[in-house]
């Protein structure tokens, strides 16, 4: 219901009128008539106009059926991607204009780029200033196509700009997936639809991010993981952050399908050796990363990202700071902050991560093959069991995210499919091979398991079926 219709039903809007009504009351009524056409209209408009302020799509969200049912405190979870995009240099471009140049300028930017995400079924979520979130709610896809389909759309937008003698717009974004609470705050008489979650913050850091490795997009590894080809897209790892201090340092991913064609075969050719080069680094092998970094960058100039990794090599050799790298090290050891207070799942976990930690020191060391295709078959059977078993939970117990877990689930099972390949080739080096164990195994789990599974344990116990700390076998 919208908002014309619902006040309309507030409203007399029939007349009963007897054959023998005086004339100069059914002209009174008549002008009622005509007055109250000429309301339904005006309200019509007002609808019409609210809907530019508030997304059609929130109210939906929300479950009501018009902007008078919302209330102050109304919230709903859901999974979504979430893009942060933001213009570069924005303060140097509005000082070189005046306040209406700067305003028509923005007005136009914007403009161009809301097609685009409303084309990849995606939602304005607010504009702050030359900054733009939108929220993607069907696929991680849509977000990521919407992303690289606005970084071509710019390419159009500056061309007429040049045209003009108009300095060029230059934007970053950041993508993220994942749980958000979208509702109503504020207080008093002021009042506002806006998302809230780690998801959303994650974000906007990437979105800063792009700034510092030179590159116009980034997404998450959540975003990664949630793509249903993550295939068709040219990604490479570029590190891992944290949002904040306590928080488990997560994936970043420069997607590089839009850089110019010469650039973007460059990064394919070497994509390998730069993959190498970050784990040596991250790995604090700097001298063996260093050298690779260097052919990098010799033939393809362009590349920021790798232009950015040889800077802080030479740094590290000269200072001995390692820049930009969140430790993996400790990661392959249990530690009580990863324990989800369901004892079941707890001891999966942990067995889990013991097994990741035999299979990395196996390859690390040189272990013959026979005894890492073991330790491989035997992680890969127990990986089954745990999520068959999740899953038996999410299914039994009717879990709203049981679709998104179950998707992380299938994501990581084709990456374990894709490493093993790897391992038993036997040609990469050790050090690089420990590397991407940990990354894409260790590091997966544990974050899959603080976010994905930390949310699935509380609602098994908010629905009492289990108690915290349960033993295995007293499940409620």
């Known amino acids: 219901m919208m908002l014309a219709t619902a006040i309309e039903e507030r409203m007399i809007s029939s007349f009963d009128i007897p054959e023998d009504y005086p004339e100069d009351a059914l002209s009174e009524l008549a002008a009622e008539r005509e007055a109250h056409a000429g309301t339904r209209a005006r309200l019509k408009l007002l609808e019409r106009t609210l809907l530019h302020f508030v997304p059609r799509d929130l109210i939906s969200f929300l479950g009501k059926a018009s902007l008078l049912d919302i209330e102050l405190g109304d919230q709903v979870e859901k999974t979504m991607s979430v893009v942060f995009t933001d213009i570069r240099d924005f303060t140097s471009l509005s000082e070189s204009m005046t306040p209406q ?40 896809d849509d977000a990521l196509t919407s992303a690289l389909s606005m970084l071509a759309r710019l390419d159009e937008y500056n061309a007429g700009r040049e045209r003009a003698t108009y300095a060029p717009i230059r934007i970053g974004i950041g993508v993220n997936t994942g749980r958000l609470m979208l509702g109503v705050i504020g207080g008093g008489n002021r009042m506002e639809g806006t998302v809230i ?8 850091r990437l979105q800063t991010l792009t700034k510092t490795y030179g590159t116009p997009l980034l997404i998450s590894e959540h975003t990664l993981y949630s793509l249903s080809e993550p295939h068709k897209f040219s990604v490479r790892h570029l590190g891992r952050v944290k949002v904040a201090y306590k928080t488990h340092a997560e994936s970043i991913y420069e997607v590089f399908d839009h850089d110019a064609p010469p650039i973007r075969e460059l990064k394919k050719l ?20 260093h050298p690779l970094l260097e052919e990098i960058v010799r033939d393809n100039p362009h590349d920021i990202p790798a232009q950015v990794y040889l800077q802080r090599c030479a740094d590290y050799l000269r200072t001995g700071v390692l820049v930009g790298s969140e430790e993996l090290a400790d990661e392959l050891e249990w530690d009580a902050k990863y324990e989800l207070n369901i004892a079941e799942i707890d001891s999966q976990h942990r067995e889990l991560l013991v097994h990741i930690a035999k299979l990395h020191e196996a390859v690390t060391t ?17 990986i089954s069991a ?13 879990y709203p995210f049981s679709a998104d877990h179950i998707a992380q689930h299938n994501s990581y099972k084709n990456y374990v499919s894709r490493l093993k390949i790897e391992i038993e080739a036997n040609v990469d080096d050790p050090l690089h091979l420990g590397f991407r164990i940990n990354l894409f195994l260790a590091d997966w789990m544990l974050n899959h398991s603080n976010r994905d599974d930390r949310h699935l344990g509380r609602f098994l116990i908010e629905r009492g079926v289990f108690h915290p700390a349960d033993t295995p076998d007293s499940p409620t």
């Open 101 to 140: 140049q700067t305003f028509d300028m923005i007005n136009s930017y914007l403009s161009v780029m809301n097609p685009v995400i409303s084309t990849h079924r995606g939602i304005i979520d607010k504009y702050m200033g030359d900054a733009i979130m939108a929220l993607f709610p069907i696929s991680a």
């Open 197 to 204: 979650s780690h998801a959303v913050n994650l974000a906007s």
């Open 270 to 289: 070497s994509l390998k050796k730069f993959e190498e080069a970050l784990a040596y680094y991250h790995s604090r092998a700097v001298e063996r990363a």
């Open 366 to 382: 040189g272990t013959d093959p026979a005894t890492v295709s073991a330790l491989m078959r035997t992680l890969e059977n127990q």
């Open 386 to 398: 745990h999520f068959d078993f999740e899953e038996k939970l999410m299914r039994d117990h009717h």
